[in-house]
C-alpha cells in the first residue's frame, strides 16, 4: 500500500464535494486520471473506498478512515509549507514546547517575550496541556521542551525545579471562610464553584484529585476562560475557586477576592522544566531553556539546558 500526497488530497476533495468530477477538478486533475487513482487505491487495499451512486459518492467505512487520516496528513503538510516559509523570510529556529495551566498562564509570557525579543530569529509554538500529557508529548518527541508538575510520572525525562507552585482556595471577601487560613478542600467540596474549561490543564488537576479523594466532581455554576475572570467572579459572589496562589496575590486588589491555603498534597506543586534524557537540546532549545532558568541565577541551572 502506497498512496502519495495527490492520491490523500484527490480523495479528499472527493469526498469534500461528493463527486468523483469535481473532486478531480478540485485536485487539479482530470477526471481519467482521477478515477484510476482511485481504483489503484481500492485495488491496493483490496477494499471499496467509497459507495457510487447516481447523486454521487459517499466514502464506506475505510473510506472514513482514510479520510481522516488524509486530513490529518494535509494539515500537517499545510503547518510544515508555512513553517519553512518562515525560515525562507530570515526565521532562524522553532522551538516547540508544552506547559501545564499554571506556568503558561502566570510564569511564561514574561519570560517568552523578553527570550523573542532578544533572540529576533526564533520561533516558539507552545501548548498548554496538563502535566501528564506535557511529559507524555516530550517521550514521543511531539516537544523539545516542557514545564510539567512533579506529580507526574517524570521517568525518562531530565529535569530542573522552575517554580514552587501553590494553590490556593478564593472566596468572596464576605464569604463565611473568608477570615480562615487554612482549609482542607473535602470542607468546600460541596460548595458552588467557579472553574477555567474542561479542557484547562489545571481544571483536569483539580478534577482529577476531587474524583480521586472526595468521589466526585465539583459543582460549577459557571467556567471561565482565564484566571483573571476566575477571580472576578468570585469577588462579585458567584461561587469559590481554586486557582495557583501567584493568580490570587496578582488579583487581590482588582477583584477583592481572599485566599485560604488548602491543606491537601495535592496542592502544593513544584513545576519542572523537562526534556528527553540522554539526548541534547537543538541549540535554540538550549538558549530557551537557559533564558527560562537563568532567573534562578546558578551555574548548575545553565549548565542543565545544555547537556544531555
Not at 56 to 65: D, E, F, L, Y
Not at 240 to 249: G, K, M
Amino acid at each position: 500500500m502506497r498512496f502519495d500526497l495527490t492520491d490523500l488530497r484527490l480523495f479528499q476533495c472527493i469526498c469534500d464535494s461528493g463527486t468523483i468530477t469535481a473532486g478531480a477538478a478540485q485536485a487539479h486533475l482530470t477526471l481519467a486520471s482521477a478515477s484510476e487513482r482511485v481504483r489503484g487505491m481500492e485495488a491496493s487495499l483490496g477494499v471499496a473506498l467509497l459507495r457510487r451512486g447516481r447523486r454521487g459518492v459517499t466514502p464506506t467505512p475505510a473510506g472514513q478512515t482514510l479520510l481522516h487520516h488524509a486530513r490529518a496528513v494535509t494539515q500537517q503538510m499545510t503547518l510544515m509549507q508555512g513553517e519553512m516559509r518562515q525560515y525562507g523570510q530570515g526565521l532562524k529556529g522553532l522551538v516547540r514546547m508544552s506547559s501545564n495551566g499554571a506556568a503558561f498562564s502566570e510564569y511564561l509570557p514574561s519570560l517568552l517575550g523578553s527570550f523573542l525579543h532578544q533572540y529576533p530569529g526564533v520561533s516558539i509554538d507552545i501548548e498548554e496541556r496538563a502535566s501528564h500529557e506535557v511529559v507524555d508529548g516530550l517521550r514521543r518527541g511531539a516537544c523539545e521542551l516542557g514545564i510539567a508538575s512533579d506529580t507526574a510520572d517524570l521517568s525518562g525525562l531530565r529535569h530542573i525545579g522552575f517554580r514552587h507552585d501553590t494553590l490556593v482556595l478564593i472566596v468572596p471577601p464576605d464569604h463565611a471562610l473568608a477570615s480562615q487560613r487554612q482549609i482542607g478542600f473535602d470542607a468546600v467540596a460541596g460548595a458552588d464553584f467557579v472553574g477555567l474549561d474542561n479542557d484547562s490543564a489545571l481544571q483536569q488537576h483539580i478534577a482529577h484529585h476531587a474524583r480521586r479523594q472526595h468521589g466526585g466532581l465539583p459543582a460549577y455554576r459557571i467556567r471561565a476562560r482565564s484566571f483573571e475572570a476566575v477571580c472576578r467572579m468570585v469577588g462579585c459572589g458567584a461561587g469559590i475557586a481554586v486557582v495557583p496562589r501567584v493568580t490570587a496575590l496578582r488579583c487581590a486588589r482588582s477583584s477583592g477576592i481572599r485566599h485560604i491555603r488548602l491543606r491537601d498534597p495535592w496542592a502544593e506543586r513544584t513545576l519542572v522544566l523537562c526534556a528527553r534524557a540522554g539526548e541534547p537540546l537543538s541549540r535554540h532549545a538550549s538558549q530557551l531553556a537557559a533564558h527560562l532558568l537563568g532567573t534562578q541565577g546558578t551555574e548548575a541551572a545553565l549548565a542543565w539546558s545544555s547537556t544531555a
